[in-house]
């Protein structure tokens, strides 16, 4: 697979799970959604998790912070999202880490400014950013991380952790949104479809630190 999709939106529109520009390595409608709480994406492929971050870039332009924290909410590690996302055989003890390490991040429940705030795409001071671009790879093409590939340019740590953690046969995304034409920007790592709902593994490899 190996693949970028990319996604302008319009320009009406420093995260905790994210990564700020420089790190080169680094509403409403009848959708059967209760009020406050995102749409079910569509599908599981890069199109959809750049359609659904277009509207977060818009939330986020428009200041509408409950309409960012809930889609926050729905993909945030949470313990079955992270074993969803780790491989059966996963060492218990890192699994433990990594639950701990995102329950330490995760904010009060109804917090809605602290829940955005993990999944702002613009830094303050900085220009909008309304550009995204999604990066995919297999778990085996990430633990393989060729010269030169998607996975080498853009997945940073995540190939140090794919072939001990990472579940196989998987397919991750990884988001970024920039300024229009810019290359570097606010980095969301290893987003993955599961049942239906997509769910954000993050920088796992933080939580082993």
Not at 76 to 85: F, M, N, Q, T
Not at 108 to 122: C, F, H, P, R, S
Not at 160 to 186: D, I, K, N, Q, Y
Request: hydrophobic share 45%.
């Amino acid at each position: 697979m190996n693949s970028v999709a990319k996604l302008a939106v319009p320009l009406l529109a420093l995260s905790l799970l994210g990564c700020p520009g420089g790190d080169a390595s680094t509403p409403s409608g009848d959708d059967g959604a209760a009020p406050g709480e995102a749409a079910a994406p569509a599908g599981g492929d890069a199109q959809a998790l750049g359609e659904l971050f277009a509207e977060v870039v818009t939330a986020n332009g428009a200041g509408d912070l409950a309409a960012v924290a809930a889609v926050c909410r729905r993909v945030y590690p949470d313990a079955a999202r992270i074993r969803a996302g780790l491989r059966e055989d996963a060492p218990a003890e890192t699994v433990a880490k990594i639950e701990a390490f995102y329950q330490g991040l995760r904010p009060a429940d109804g917090d809605d400014a602290a829940w955005a705030k993990l999944l702002e795409t613009t830094p303050a001071g900085s220009a909008p950013r309304t550009e995204v671009k999604v990066y995919s790879a297999t778990t085996e093409e990430i633990a393989a991380n060729a010269r030169g590939s998607v996975v080498a340019l853009e997945f940073k740590e995540a190939p140090s952790v794919a072939a001990r953690l990472l579940r196989p046969g998987l397919t991750f995304h990884v988001v970024e949104v920039t300024g229009p034409g810019e290359e570097l920007g606010t980095k969301f790592y290893l987003f993955f479809w599961h049942e239906a709902e997509w769910c954000m593994l993050g920088p796992v490899w933080r939580a082993e630190r």
